[in-house]
């Protein structure tokens, strides 16, 4: 097992769908995170999970509602999206927060996620 | 608040050629910074981590600088390859300590 995995890989929706993505780590992290990749736009932090408690939250619309029932696994359930939504989300996690000194960041492949 | 900004935007090199890619940080307070490489359609793969109290790491072909005090950090490739295009994305660590934020990356192309 690659030590970030994202699933599913592509995903097309309507605008009144109801999906989620996954992420699963295999690394034994502490702290987890959902990032935002559009074109021509830096990536975007959405949400960042230490020892399952969420400590960031980045001015996300609420119809994206992260969650995490462990260290291992993280969530980003998705309801009536917009099509500017459309975009590459990447999951990250890192031993402990990127503050610290092993806070370094390592990604999975990305979920990317077309509205209609 | 942190904002991260990556010059130039895009590079073509010829292989062979040393190169150099920048990247300026507004908070120099930071508690690290991390270079990363994209491929296209792809996730973010690690290259280097610099922690506040270090000014280089190494790997490789590759050396990350990095100099608080003016904000800066440089990602120097040596004798580059064609292997080696894709985009180079620069991250400096938030106020808080809690995450990275990107600056939007340096395109590389290498030709052969």
């Known amino acids: 097992e690659t030590g970030v995995t994202q699933t599913p890989r592509h995903l097309v929706m309507g605008m009144t769908n109801k999906k989620s993505l996954k992420c699963e780590q295999h690394l034994g992290h502490n702290a987890m995170y959902w990032y935002k990749q559009s074109a021509k736009k830096p990536l975007e932090l959405m949400f960042v999970y230490s020892l399952e408690e969420r400590v960031e939250n980045n001015s996300v619309p609420s119809r994206f509602s992260p969650e995490c029932p462990n260290s291992s696994h993280l969530f980003l359930h998705l309801h009536t999206l917009q099509p500017e939504d459309s975009a590459l989300y990447l999951c990250?996690?890192?031993?402990?927060?990127?503050?610290?000194?092993?806070?370094?960041?390592?990604f999975g492949e990305g979920s990317r996620l077309t509205v209609l | 608040k942190q904002e991260v900004t990556q010059i130039p935007a895009a590079l073509s090199v010829p292989e062979g050629e040393n190169l150099v890619l920048n990247c300026s940080f507004t908070?120099?307070?930071?508690?690290?910074l991390q270079w990363f490489r994209q491929d296209p359609g792809k996730g973010l793969t690690s290259l280097l981590l610099i922690q506040s109290s270090q000014r280089e790491q190494t790997s490789g072909r590759l050396n990350a600088s990095l100099d608080k005090s003016s904000g800066r950090s440089t990602l120097y490739i040596a004798a580059s390859q064609p292997g080696d295009s894709a985009t180079y994305l620069c991250a400096a660590c938030n106020q808080a300590g809690t995450a990275l934020i990107f600056g939007k990356g340096t395109t590389l192309s290498v030709s052969s």
């Open positions: 990250a996690s890192s031993q402990e927060l990127v503050g610290h000194l092993s806070g370094e960041l390592f």
């Open positions: 908070d120099s307070a930071i508690y690290n």
